[in-house]
């Protein structure tokens, strides 16, 4: 079997050898056990569920809560030529949609959203289709614990159960050991085999530099650019920062093609960017998480980070992006005073207080006494309620889960005051919880231990031995770095004549007329 | 390019229609009174090219103007001063303000760039033996047209490249230097990624919507040459088949027409759609303005259209009011705008280039 597995790989995929992880996962996934995989990002997690999808009889579904990179890897399949893949998300047409329904069978790797699960029309669908794997990704997602948690995630045994229990693939790049428990718990299998692979990356070594404000952050990365002039991701918080940071810089450092990317960009421009960096035609990209998901950029050799991300989750991902090539690489994270007033603002953000949550709740009780029971379209409950989707989404998941609502339908008339505590109770907690989280990772900053231990110690056991340097509390310094470089090159002179000819492919054409 | 054409803009509106009205036809509001301002006042070819602008920054661009003593601000309209109206006519851009065509182009302009990136991008990669690539549009509409089109070609692609080569070089060889090197700096081809919109906007050293507008300039310009000039343009009048579309009408006109069509009035129309008669004579207006073959006389006797016509054309003036009482109060508001629209309007204009 082994051999066959190596052949497949190849024969699909084209790649020589397994990454780690990826040979032992698919071996018991193709055994029909159910598995849970923690790999590290970067390390070719899609794979463990796209080979099986092409070995095994019938359909692997795989459950997404990123939309993006759902279209990432469907996008990716097919320039691929794997026409037999398709999302089901919210962008999804309504005519494409119905045309995929009635064609379902013909796919062999359907990606959907947990939202659309919700739909029994859906699921319905799915049952009469033989269903040969099932998988979570992002599986931290079904946390409470974990840095993302979704609501929705929390019904996904529901669909196993109607399934009739396919073999089921659980995987996330960043669990504690807490949070793999849970996932197991959550979906109602106890007996999964664990994978857990370290995710610490031996040839990225890491810095943290202590700053009097944001201009002289700016200082910073254009002195380290000029002296390392390497592939590089600047991540920020905001988006008017990218753009900013990309002017100055590009300012400063004449010889590199600079340029921003986020979320507010108009879609030919982000895809132009997002490629133009893959294909080694800019250096450096002043980004926000957006950007990022689904990218798999060899050569970077240097993430800095401008702000930190609100998780030590999402920052140890981040990170990941640099050196995929196993080269000397380097997380260098930019530290001043006040940086963690804006994940705070984030979070209060994210979550309701008492006051909106007191307000919804009012709306609610008002609609009750007017013996209405069915609430209105989303964007018009949004609209008279003054709050946004995502403080929604969460009152009415605790709505539902204490048995009031159903999908927009008020069941329950009574009962409604208790409910304002017990909410109240929760979201403060999340926001409790999710500042510490804020909180970890500027402690991390701070240590003066190892940063490699640091770092990882809270989700696994040993930590890898560094191949170049480890980090600036033990043995690296940039002075001494000395990467593997590349520059773009830029154009001395541009002749949209000689470049128009170029694109269009007509330099044969010029030759052909002279020598004939 | 944005100052000519607010400038130009304003000029035209000769101060009966506050600046305001100028950000929503730049903006492309699909209202009845944006449309019947483009019409009435020439200004069907700024119609939407700058799609997407936030209202702050075009009150910004208007007090930009109004520092440089181009404007003059009078409440919520602006006029335009001798020393606006003289940098208009010395502008070097003014003479290429006359190819806008927004009104007709509208969408079609972006869906058919995106059609012909895409399409050179899939065949000089495919010619190149590059079968991964990530395509520059992720349009499903235009993926699903390049779908088609690449079944037809797919073994000759070579082909309608050197004939695309062909058409396109004689037009970018009419554009000033700067916007022939912009529109090539945007295209992707063989493992290149072309610059975005932002990157060449940095490089010009524009405003995001100083370039934008010249950008759809550019676009426009090869929708021009595509489709009105003399020039055979085979393949690429291909990218453009059913792109354009030949009678703008906002939905709820659309739907008054259809009814029209089936031979309902007025009165009918209103007990219909539960419209109120100003709404559904609004509708009336929009298309006559859109439409060359609209049935005046069924709403005003050819006497009455000649007397009309006389008193606009002596008043100079398009206010409604005016010309009204010019004429005594004998004919009807309704009856003096279907004759502005159909005599004044710009609808052959927006065809001639």
Same mark, same amino acid.
């Given at each position: 079997m082994t051999d066959n597995l190596k052949s497949a790989l190849e024969n699909y995929f084209g790649h020589q050898t397994f990454r780690e992880g990826q040979r032992e996962i698919i071996e018991d996934v193709l055994l029909g056990k159910d598995v849970l995989g923690i790999l590290p990002t970067g390390s070719g997690k899609s794979v463990c569920y796209q080979l099986p999808a092409r070995m095994m009889p019938g359909a692997v579904l795989v459950i997404s809560p990123l939309i993006s990179l759902m279209m990432d890897q469907e996008k990716q399949l097919a320039a691929a030529g794997y026409k037999d893949v398709i999302a089901f998300n919210s962008f999804l047409s309504l005519q494409k949609k119905q045309k995929a329904y009635q064609n379902l069978s013909a796919y062999k790797l359907i990606y959907a959203s947990p939202e659309m699960l919700q739909k029994k029309g859906f699921v319905k669908k799915l049952c009469e289709l033989n269903i040969s794997l099932f998988v979570v990704d992002e599986a931290h997602c079904i946390s409470q614990w974990g840095h993302e948690f979704r609501p929705d995630y929390l019904k996904l045994h529901q669909t196993i159960e109607a399934l009739k229990h396919p073999p089921v693939l659980a995987l996330s790049a960043t669990a504690t050991p807490e949070v793999q428990k849970d996932i197991s718990f959550q979906l109602r299998k106890p007996a999964m085999v664990r994978h857990v692979y370290p995710m610490d990356r031996e040839n990225i070594a890491f810095q943290v530099d202590k700053l009097e404000d944001p201009s002289e952050k700016m200082k910073r990365i254009s002195s380290v650019l000029k002296a390392h002039p390497v592939p590089t991701m600047v991540y920020f918080s905001s988006r008017n920062w990218t753009e900013k940071a990309a002017a100055e810089l590009s300012a400063a450092l004449p010889n590199m093609n600079i340029a921003f990317y986020h979320g507010g960009m108009e879609q030919s421009d982000r895809i132009l960017i997002q490629q133009q960096f893959m294909n080694d035609q800019l250096d450096v990209i002043c980004c926000t998480s957006a950007f990022g998901m689904g990218i798999n950029k060899q050569n970077i050799r240097l993430?800095?980070?401008?702000?930190?991300? !609100?998780? @030590?989750? =999402?920052?140890?991902?981040? @990170?990941?992006?640099?050196?995929?090539?196993?080269?000397? =690489?380097?997380?260098? @994270?930019?530290?001043?005073?006040?940086?963690?007033?804006?994940?705070?603002?984030?979070? /209060?953000?994210?979550?309701?207080?008492?006051?909106?949550?007191?307000?919804?709740?009012?709306?609610?009780?008002?609609?009750?006494?007017? &013996?209405?029971?069915?609430? !209105?379209?989303?964007?018009?409950?949004?609209?008279?309620?003054?709050? =946004?989707? %995502?403080?929604?989404?969460?009152?009415?998941?605790?709505?539902?889960?204490?048995?009031?609502?159903?999908?927009? /339908?008020? @069941?329950?008339?009574?009962?409604?005051?208790?409910?304002?505590?017990?909410?109240?109770?929760?979201?403060?907690?999340?926001?409790?919880? #999710?500042?510490?989280?804020?909180?970890?990772?500027?402690?991390?900053?701070?240590?003066s231990e190892c940063r490699r231990k640091a770092l990882f110690a809270p989700f696994q056991d040993t930590i890898k031995q560094p191949t170049y340097r480890c980090c600036d509390k033990c043995d690296f310094k940039f002075s001494e770095w000395s990467p593997v470089t590349k520059v773009t090159s830029q154009l001395e002179s541009f002749n949209w004549k000689q470049a128009f000819k170029q694109i269009m492919l007509q330099g044969d054409r010029d030759e052909k007329i002279k020598s004939g | 390019m944005l100052t000519e054409i607010i400038l130009d803009s304003l000029k035209k509106l000769k101060q009966e229609r506050t600046s305001a009205a100028v950000y929503h036809l730049l903006v492309g509001k699909r209202s009845s009174q944006t449309l019947q301002d483009a019409h009435l006042y020439h200004l069907t070819g700024y119609f939407g090219i700058a799609k997407g602008m936030e209202k702050q920054v075009f009150d910004k661009e208007i007090e930009k103007l109004v520092s440089k003593g181009f404007l003059l601000q009078i409440g919520d309209k602006a006029v335009v001063t001798q020393k606006g109206m003289d940098f208009l006519k010395d502008s070097e851009s003014k003479k290429l303000l006359q190819h806008y065509n927004g009104l007709v182009y509208d969408r079609a302009s972006d869906l058919f760039y995106e059609r012909l990136s895409l399409f050179i991008q899939t065949a000089a990669n495919i010619e190149r033996g590059n079968h991964r690539f990530i395509p520059v549009s992720d349009n499903q509409e235009v993926l699903r047209w390049m779908k088609n089109y690449y079944a037809v070609y797919r073994?000759?692609?070579?082909? !309608?490249?050197?004939?695309?080569?062909?058409?396109?070089?004689?037009?970018?060889?009419?554009? !000033?230097?700067?916007?022939?090197?912009?529109?090539?700096?945007?295209?992707?081809?063989?493992?290149?990624?072309?610059?975005? #919109?932002?990157?060449?906007?940095?490089?010009?050293?524009?405003?995001?919507?100083?370039?934008?507008?010249?950008?759809?300039?550019?676009?426009?310009?090869?929708?021009?040459?595509?489709?009105?000039?003399? %020039?055979?343009?085979?393949?690429?009048?291909?990218?453009?088949?059913?792109?354009?579309?030949?009678?703008?009408?906002?939905? =709820?006109?659309?739907?008054?027409?259809?009814?029209?069509? /089936? &031979?309902?009035?007025?009165?009918?129309?209103?007990?219909?759609?539960?419209?109120?008669?100003? %709404?559904?004579?609004?509708?009336?207006?929009?298309?006559?303005?859109?439409?060359?073959?609209?049935?005046?006389?069924?709403?005003?006797?050819?006497?009455?259209?000649?007397?009309?016509g006389k008193q606009i054309e002596r008043l100079e003036s398009r206010k409604l009011k005016d010309i009204k009482q010019a004429l005594d109060d004998r004919y009807s508001y309704l009856q003096i705008r279907l004759v502005m629209a159909v005599y004044r309007a710009g609808w052959q204009k927006g065809v001639e280039q």
């Open positions: 993430v800095i980070h401008f702000h930190l991300p !609100p998780q @030590v989750e =999402s920052f140890i991902q981040e @990170v990941g992006r640099a050196g995929r090539d196993g080269l000397s =690489s380097i997380s260098l @994270v930019l530290l001043s005073p006040n940086d963690d007033l804006l994940p705070r603002k984030l979070i /209060q953000s994210e979550l309701p207080d008492s006051k909106e949550i007191h307000r919804v709740i009012h709306y609610i009780k008002s609609k009750i006494q007017q &013996g209405v029971y069915h609430l !209105p379209e989303l964007d018009i409950l949004l609209e008279s309620l003054q709050i =946004s989707e %995502t403080k929604w989404r969460f009152m009415r998941y605790h709505f539902e889960y204490h048995g009031m609502m159903d999908n927009n /339908q008020i @069941v329950s008339s009574l009962e409604w005051e208790n409910i304002e505590k017990k909410i109240s109770r929760v979201a403060a907690r999340r926001t409790r919880y #999710k500042l510490s989280k804020v909180n970890e990772l500027l402690w991390w900053a701070e240590q | 073994r000759r692609l070579q082909e !309608p490249l050197d004939q695309l080569y062909d058409e396109m070089l004689v037009f970018l060889n009419r554009l !000033p230097e700067q916007h022939a090197e912009i529109f090539v700096k945007r295209l992707s081809g063989y493992s290149h990624f072309g610059m975005s #919109k932002v990157q060449l906007a940095a490089l010009y050293d524009l405003d995001k919507y100083d370039f934008l507008v010249l950008y759809q300039l550019i676009l426009h310009r090869l929708l021009n040459y595509v489709i009105y000039d003399s %020039t055979p343009t085979p393949t690429l009048s291909f990218f453009a088949r059913g792109l354009v579309k030949e009678v703008f009408l906002t939905d =709820s006109a659309r739907k008054t027409n259809d009814l029209l069509k /089936q &031979g309902r009035n007025v009165e009918e129309i209103c007990r219909i759609r539960k419209l109120k008669e100003s %709404t559904v004579h609004d509708h009336l207006i929009e298309i006559a303005y859109a439409n060359p073959r609209f049935p005046l006389s069924d709403y005003v006797s050819s006497e009455a259209v000649s007397e009309i």
